[in-house]
């Protein structure tokens, strides 16, 4: 477990009852070393004296978005870029709706929208509270942005009812800030020991599905998340690589340290391949891309017509980039993917050496629970003579060990 000694920690205290917790928990992270800053609300204040956790934490309380004071020594931006993690604990129902929806007028939600250190919520409130749709939106906007939710617990409430919202116990909280940095300290760790494998090496790799119009309205594609093109991306910036990603329609964060070109179509996907990838090392072709598109896009959206019970759409062939990227001259390593229901890996290597390619991922999305728009996958990755077998695992970790074993052949 990471060590909290001279860590920077800002506790953040909104109004909720469960403020009577906090001097504990301050208590503890000083006996583990660590440095922590406190910001009250004015709704905190009716629960707990700013002089209790002035006491424990041995620094003055922030409790002022305008303090004259507090600008002339560390004003909020420096308070928010002094934090290597921020707590919200108690975080109330309302303290919750004010950070989903980037609230910036008080310290305590400006803090948490100008900084960019990570931001963990401890939700304290009554159980009808925590279950209401409001809050379990605002809560999904929370974790769409980012933020860390940690609880709440079930069990015995101050308004006497027993239920969930129940804010975790100080030494729960110190576990779950020991296990954050913990984590992030084994992500420092294996992106340093992976740092160089691509390091100066130029990756192009495709992303999600593409999109077929048929009409203004609708259009041909399939269930391709991205996630797996995604987690890639990542893991190749992460080794050093310069790297872009074409990515079809997909509602996914840009990897840090990505150049990101958002297409539609693979006929929008091929050209700007086209255009990039001579000047690439590496071309991974993770996209799935529609084999066929309308030969006739219709102007207007198409109307069915009384007793009409078929309807028929021509199709043509689309670009198949990847082997397109491999015929090139002078063409970058290529890796393919084979999204297979059958025969996953006879089906994958005839697909190697049909495109030409040095080596295809094979995986089999007939299983619901691998592969398109799930969160892990199994996968193959096959060459002409070898075949590596990953097992199930999360599609970041999948992507991690097929960088290392890709920059190992090239």
Same mark, same amino acid.
């Given at each position: ?53 002035? /006491? ?22 420096? %308070? ?61 906007? %929370? ?24 804010? %975790? ?34 990756? %192009? ?81 993770? /996209? ?123």
């Amino acid at each position: 477990m990471a060590s909290l000694s001279n860590r920077k920690l800002l506790l953040i205290v909104t109004g909720g009852i469960a403020a009577y917790k906090t001097p504990e928990l301050v208590r503890r992270l000083k006996d583990e070393g660590t440095e922590v800053r406190v910001v009250m609300t004015k709704g905190a204040k009716a629960f707990i004296t700013p002089l209790t956790l002035q /006491a424990v934490s041995g620094n003055p309380v922030h409790d002022d978005l305008l303090d004259p004071a507090a600008e002339a020594a560390m004003g909020h931006i420096e %308070l928010a870029r002094w934090a290597d993690l921020i707590v919200v604990a108690p975080a109330s129902a309302s303290a919750m709706a004010r950070l989903a929806h980037g609230f910036a007028d008080d310290l305590f939600s400006t803090l948490c929208l100008a900084t960019d250190a990570p931001v963990a919520l401890v939700p304290a409130m009554n159980r009808l509270m925590w279950s209401a749709p409001a809050t379990q939106r605002n809560l999904r906007l %929370l974790q769409d942005d980012g933020k860390l939710i940690w609880g709440p617990n079930e069990g015995l409430q101050a308004c006497g009812e027993t239920g969930a919202g129940r804010m %975790l116990e100080p030494q729960e909280i110190l576990q779950q800030i020991k296990e954050f940095f913990a984590a992030t300290f084994s992500l420092h760790k294996e992106m340093a020991e992976n740092a160089g494998l691509l390091a100066g090496k130029r990756v %192009l790799i495709t992303a999600g599905p593409t999109r077929e119009a048929i009409d203004p309205v609708r259009y041909l594609s399939n269930h391709s998340s991205g996630k797996m093109g995604f987690a890639l991306a990542t893991a190749a910036a992460n080794a050093g690589a310069d790297v872009t990603l074409v990515a079809g329609p997909c509602p996914l964060p840009t990897p840090a340290g990505v150049t990101r070109i958002d297409i539609i179509s693979a006929e929008d996907m091929h050209k700007v391949v086209a255009a990039s990838v001579a000047q690439q090392d590496l071309f991974i072709g993770c /996209a799935a891309v529609a084999d066929f598109r309308p030969m006739n896009v219709a102007e207007q959206k198409m109307k069915k017509q009384d007793g009409q019970n078929q309807m028929q759409i021509a199709l043509v062939k689309n670009p198949d980039i990847l082997a397109w990227v491999a015929e090139q001259e002078n063409a970058p390593f290529c890796v393919g993917f084979a999204a297979e229901t059958e025969n996953v890996q006879a089906y994958a290597r005839k697909k190697l050496e049909r495109k030409g390619i040095q080596m295809i991922i094979a995986n089999d999305v007939s299983n619901p629970e691998l592969g398109f728009n799930s969160d892990n996958n199994a996968v193959i990755a096959i060459s002409a003579d070898a075949e590596h077998h990953i097992g199930t695992n999360s599609k970041e970790e999948i992507a991690k060990q097929l960088i290392t074993l890709i920059s190992s052949k090239l």
